[in-house]
């Protein structure tokens, strides 16, 4: 009579044992699912397993103090699958599709605002630093930085100290004279443009006042003189007359100061009057229009009042 086991209709189980080889080919293959549901008892067994290893502490342990036996079973041998077979997917294969980087030009418009308004701003403070400078210089440091003119209150003292009102015909160091003894009565210079030569002597007094003399060569062209003549004409403190002899086409004189240039268009004849029209004067606020004025041209001085003894200003 035999005895009946618990558990007799149990299957057998198909896990090999620990450390067995799995067979090769035949009826022994495992389908795909079989081998998945494979893979998870072992993922489960191993967490587990992981469980009951962080659990078993210092408790497991007999109180003799030697070591307990460690109930865990090695794990069985992961089944691998047999050659050729494909590995089934636990997960959805997704394609990573990388981001598409767009360049963005550049912003000219900003760009050239903001540096429109950095121009803007540099020349707006350049400009006034630069009046600032101007403004904080005097009237012959202006002129001394005119490129070529000839300062002669650095050239010579005693010439720009004489200025004591004679008459008759005079002889200067200079020709055109800037400075010396002259006659009492003075070139009328309201803007006076003079088709002839004008005696030295009383274009000297117009100096004294501030005035500014152009004095052209006569072989200088027609086009030329009357670009200077534009600059005198309705202008107050300036008159202009030819000059024979005159050792350059232009030549510009005000009371100490000469510049001599070759053409009218040069920008230095603007700057010479600029820096020393009714500003290189001995006799402040003295204007050219009254008084015993010249009008008339020639080289040989016109003594006005010589008869009365009067000397109009008086010698100086």
């Known amino acids: 009579m035999s005895t009946q086991h618990s558990g007799g209709n149990r299957k057998p189980s198909t896990k090999p044992a620990a450390g067995a080889k799995p067979k090769q080919g035949g009826d022994e293959d495992l389908s795909s699912s079989e081998v998945a549901d494979e893979l998870d008892t072992e993922l489960d067994s191993d967490a587990e397993a992981t469980t009951d290893a962080d659990d078993s502490d210092d408790s497991d342990k007999p109180a003799s103090g030697k070591p307990k036996a460690n109930p865990r079973k090695s794990a069985p041998a992961r089944k691998t699958a047999p050659a050729g077979a494909k590995r089934p997917a636990t997960a959805a294969a997704v394609k990573k599709i990388a981001p598409v980087k767009v360049k963005q030009g550049m912003s000219w418009g900003p760009i050239a605002l903001f540096t429109t308004v950095g121009v803007l701003a540099l020349g707006i403070v350049g400009f006034a630093g630069y009046q600032v400078y101007e403004n904080g210089l005097g009237w012959k440091d202006r002129a001394d930085q005119i490129s070529g003119i000839k300062d002669y209150y650095k050239i010579d003292k005693d010439l720009v100290g004489q200025r004591e009102h004679v008459w008759g015909p005079q002889t200067y160091k200079l020709s055109p004279p800037v400075a010396g003894n002259h006659n009492p009565n003075w070139q009328r210079c309201l803007g006076d443009?003079?088709?002839?030569?004008?005696?030295?002597?009383?274009?000297?007094h117009?100096?004294?006042?501030?005035?500014?003399?152009?004095?052209?060569?006569?072989?200088?062209?027609?086009?030329?003189?009357?670009?200077?003549?534009?600059?005198?004409?309705?202008?107050?403190?300036?008159?202009?007359?030819?000059?024979?002899?005159?050792?350059?086409?232009?030549?510009?004189?005000?009371?100490?100061?000469?510049?001599?240039?070759?053409?009218?268009?040069?920008?230095?004849?603007?700057?010479?009057?600029?820096?020393?029209?009714?500003?290189?004067?001995?006799?402040?606020?003295?204007?050219?229009?009254?008084?015993?004025?010249?009008?008339?041209?020639?080289?040989?001085?016109?003594?006005?009042?010589?008869?009365?003894?009067?000397?109009?200003?008086?010698?100086?």
């Open 193 to 204: 443009v003079y088709p002839a030569q004008v005696a030295n002597e009383h274009a000297l």
């Open 206 to 316: 117009s100096l004294e006042h501030g005035a500014v003399w152009i004095t052209y060569n006569p072989s200088l062209s027609t086009d030329q003189v009357e670009k200077l003549a534009k600059r005198v004409r309705g202008n107050d403190f300036m008159l202009m007359s030819p000059y024979p002899n005159l050792d350059t086409p232009i030549s510009l004189q005000a009371w100490g100061f000469q510049l001599k240039v070759n053409n009218a268009d040069d920008s230095r004849i603007d700057e010479f009057i600029k820096a020393l029209r009714q500003n290189a004067t001995l006799e402040a606020g003295t204007p050219c229009s009254n008084g015993s004025i010249i009008t008339e041209t020639g080289t040989t001085p016109h003594d006005l009042g010589k008869d009365s003894g009067s000397t109009q200003m008086g010698s100086k």
